[in-house]
């Protein structure tokens, strides 16, 4: 576990490199949102919560995607008002 810290890690040379390169982007999306203490769960992390644990189901479960496509319920379609 640790070796994967350090490998996610080796990129950031600095907070700027932290901002703009990975929190940027994130924010960007809705995915987080900025508060005076930190970084809070965005309000668009509801609509991707049920693809992200239907993901990381499959990864404890071993499967590759080609394996999730032949299983009819591994995800749903849900199509959504912009009114």
Excluded: C, F, H
């Excluded at 949102?33 to 769960?41: H, N, R, S």
């Excluded at 644990?53 to 009819?72: D, F, M, P, V």
């Amino acid at each position: 576990m640790q070796n994967e810290y350090w490998d996610l890690s080796r990129g950031l040379t600095s907070e700027k490199v932290l901002r703009e390169a990975y929190l940027a982007p994130l924010w960007k999306q809705g995915l987080i949102a900025e508060a005076p203490a930190g970084y809070l769960i965005g309000p668009q992390w509801e609509l991707i919560r049920p693809y992200e644990q239907a993901l990381q189901q499959a990864r404890n479960a071993g499967l590759t995607i080609e394996q999730l496509a032949s299983q009819k319920s591994w995800i749903e379609l849900e199509k959504l008002s912009m009114e």
